[in-house]
């Protein structure tokens, strides 16, 4: 077993020391790469369960599953708003990770490894995360909620036969709820929401007496489930309103509150005596049917429901309940439920992106361009930026080191990094930081990823990072704080260059030698005048120089070799 990150980079980390960490060591060059015949894992670290898939890579594309593993970890159990993960519940995840990479390691996989919104809204998720890579070797990835949405979305592609068809797809977990309508592998929309089935069930009926008598229970129960319907309906409209113009042609549901309620359906009406067999379906009639009877019966006492899984009975309500809102503000009569979800998703993703090379980066340029051409009011100065930014990366490479992930991040945050002249021009540069953070459009980044996008993007002007006045940025590790200083540095300059919204420039070369760097710059047309952009460059390369520590200075070859730059002082 080795782990893997496709394109994605590595992060310091503690030394693993366990028999796990051993192993993931022993393969660490190992990539996840799609070639066919490989076996690769994917593993979905979820709120309430853990998923694993073990597949091996086909030459016709896609993959053929060897096993899957589940575990009832609860990760986000007790948590009240997820702000922070448990003892109990880390060494559970813990414990359940290291036995799923044990039979990744039996089939020799390269493993993925993503985690959803218990993870990622925990204020102690890295002590979680460290936790797992000293005693197992495994990276995880933390994503986003439209992310997972995007991932899913391709793990029920792979599944059933709705590629041709737009498609409007409903996916509930322990703590939050994905929705996408997507056509073919393009998504339309996506939103995700801070609702799942064991967040309501802690905020709404955790407090039931379960020694309570039947009727006064389920009393209870009524009324607790119509506090949460109002709660869920304040939620869910909103997104039902912004998404009302897409129509589509084909409803489906996915992960395991919704397959286990068209279980019990199924059960209930004699279509499927086993869960696993078929393609199960989900009518709004079948499902109000199901949300009574689990509202009049206690807890207690819904394992003998017919189809319901044992593990869920105290949280399967609140996701009955969700899912039956959702149906009803959305105008779902019938739900298809996909046996593939986030897990085949990851796989299929990194197994793309393993064989092209290129289909990752080719979703986040284009969200990135979009987003640009949206809010930027002159998007192609960002385009611009991006070429110098690119070309002085490339020139610079024997100084930073970095790679093509780096690469692709710089490009990145130059095509956005002016998209908070939206909202104003005064204080722009933080504005375009919480667009690019919480952005529905960026999908293909994790979360690790799009807090350094934003960076990079919020430090192309004003002040310098800094660790005492900035606080997302003092969160940053150390390797992280200078890669966001190096590539800022890089995008600074390359704004300046463009400092006239003219594409003055055409050529840009670097020399390095004991003096420091050189900066040499070409204009478009022989003969004119770079003092601007000249003067810009160098009034914005000071954090490079620090980043980079060597002096730096901008020279003009406007006629072929004049020079108007001066050294700039460290």
């Not at 930073?400 to 908070?420: D, I, P, T, Y």
Request: overall charge negative.
């Amino acid at each position: 077993m080795s782990t893997s990150e496709g394109s994605f980079p590595p992060s310091p980390s503690s030394n693993p020391t366990t028999s796990a960490g051993a192993i993931a060591r022993s393969r660490s060059g190992s990539e996840l790469t799609g070639r066919p015949g490989q076996v690769v894992a994917a593993i979905d670290i979820g709120t309430n369960s853990f998923h694993m898939v073990v597949a091996r890579a086909l030459a016709s594309g896609g993959f053929d599953i060897i096993t899957t593993e589940k575990e009832s970890v609860r990760l986000g159990e007790g948590a009240g708003e997820m702000k922070r993960l448990s003892e109990q519940a880390m060494e559970r995840g813990v414990a359940a990770l290291t036995r799923m990479l044990l039979v990744a390691d039996s089939h020799e996989a390269t493993v993925a490894a993503v985690a959803t919104s218990a993870v990622r809204e925990a204020d102690n998720r890295q002590e979680f995360l460290d936790r797992v890579l000293e005693q197992t070797g495994l990276k995880i990835e933390v994503i986003s909620g439209v992310e997972e949405a995007r991932l899913i979305h391709l793990g029920v592609l792979q599944a059933l036969p709705v590629f041709d068809q737009r498609l409007f797809m409903i996916d509930i977990g322990g703590g939050s709820t994905e929705f996408l309508v997507g056509e073919g592998e393009q998504v339309l929309a996506a939103r995700s929401i801070k609702l799942g089935a064991i967040r309501l069930t802690d905020m709404f009926f955790a407090e039931i007496d379960r020694e309570q008598s039947g009727r006064k229970q389920a009393k209870e129960q009524a009324k607790a489930a119509s506090r949460c319907r109002k709660h869920i309906r304040n939620m869910v409209t909103p997104v039902a309103n912004d998404l009302a113009s897409l129509d589509h042609a084909v409803v489906i549901g996915c992960s395991g509150t919704i397959t286990n309620l068209a279980a019990m359906a199924a059960a209930r009406s004699g279509t499927v005596d086993d869960a696993g067999a078929g393609t199960l379906t989900l009518t709004a009639d079948e499902l109000d049917e199901l949300v009574q009877l689990l509202i009049e019966t206690p807890k207690g006492e819904r394992s003998a429901i017919p189809g319901l899984d044992g593990k869920r009975e105290d949280i399967i309500l609140a996701g009955a309940l969700l899912l039956q809102v959702a149906f009803k503000l959305f105008n779902v009569q019938t739900l298809t439920v996909s046996p593939f979800a986030l897990r085949e998703g990851v796989l299929y993703d990194r197994l793309e992106t393993g064989m092209s090379g290129r289909r990752l980066a080719d979703l986040r340029r284009s969200n990135a361009w979009r987003l640009a051409h949206q809010l930027d009011p002159d998007a192609v100065h960002a385009e611009t930026c991006a070429k110098h930014a690119l070309r002085l990366f490339d020139e610079t490479a024997d100084l930073h080191r970095f790679g093509s992930w780096e690469r692709q991040l710089l490009e990145m945050a130059a095509l956005v990094h002016n998209v908070g002249l939206f909202l104003s021009h005064a204080a722009h540069h933080k504005h375009t930081y919480y667009i690019v953070r919480n952005s529905e459009q960026l999908t293909g980044f994790t979360d690790r990823e799009l807090e350094l996008l934003a960076m990079v993007a919020r430090y192309h002007r004003k002040s310098h990072p800094s660790v005492k006045k900035h606080q997302e940025f003092a969160r940053l590790d150390d390797a992280d704080r200078h890669r966001v200083r190096v590539l800022a540095g890089l995008l600074r300059v390359a704004i300046g260059l463009d400092r006239g919204h003219n594409r003055a420039i055409s050529q840009i070369s670097v020399g390095h030698d004991d003096d420091g760097l050189e900066i040499m710059v070409a204009p478009r047309n022989i003969g004119s005048d770079l003092a601007l952009e000249v003067f810009a460059a160098e009034e914005r390369s000071q954090l490079l120089s620090a980043a980079l520590d060597v002096p730096i200075r901008i020279v003009a070859d406007d006629d072929g070799g004049s020079d108007s730059g001066a050294r700039v002082k460290n």
